[in-house]
């Protein structure tokens, strides 16, 4: 069983930036997507982006395209989130995950988007 601890969440102004990382307890399989979910109060949790593994292919959701990318370390079983351009509505706990939800679910990380 692996297990992700979130970091680098904060309170950010509209326009700032912020850089999410996260570390897995184990190595994580070349077969797996990688993802950065979020979850805002009252919501349900949603795919934010995704990196496949092996090859580093990317995936943003339209409401972040252009400005989050999302990065590995494949050595380090690191994943990365740089928000850029942030929004109130970017406002809520960030988790990451493999494929949708492979393992279990970790503490995640405030992000709160204020001025």
């Known amino acids: 069983q692996v297990q992700f601890v979130e970091s680098g969440g904060g309170l950010v102004q509209p326009g700032g930036s912020l850089r999410l990382s996260c570390v897995a307890s184990?190595?994580?399989?070349?077969?797996?997507?990688m993802g950065w979910y979020r979850q805002a109060p009252g919501k349900q949790r949603e795919l934010v982006a995704s990196?496949?593994?092996?090859?580093?292919?990317?995936y943003s959701a339209g409401s972040v395209k252009g400005r989050f990318a999302i990065s590995r370390d494949n050595a380090k079983n690191k994943v990365y989130l740089q928000m850029n351009s942030l929004k109130p509505e970017d406002t809520a706990v960030y988790y990451c995950?493999?494929?949708?939800?492979?393992?279990?679910w970790g503490q995640g990380t405030q992000v709160t988007v204020s001025s």
């Open positions: 184990g190595t994580i399989s070349s077969l797996s997507t």
């Open positions: 995950n493999r494929d949708g939800g492979y393992y279990s």
């Open positions: 990196i496949q593994w092996r090859t580093g292919s990317t």
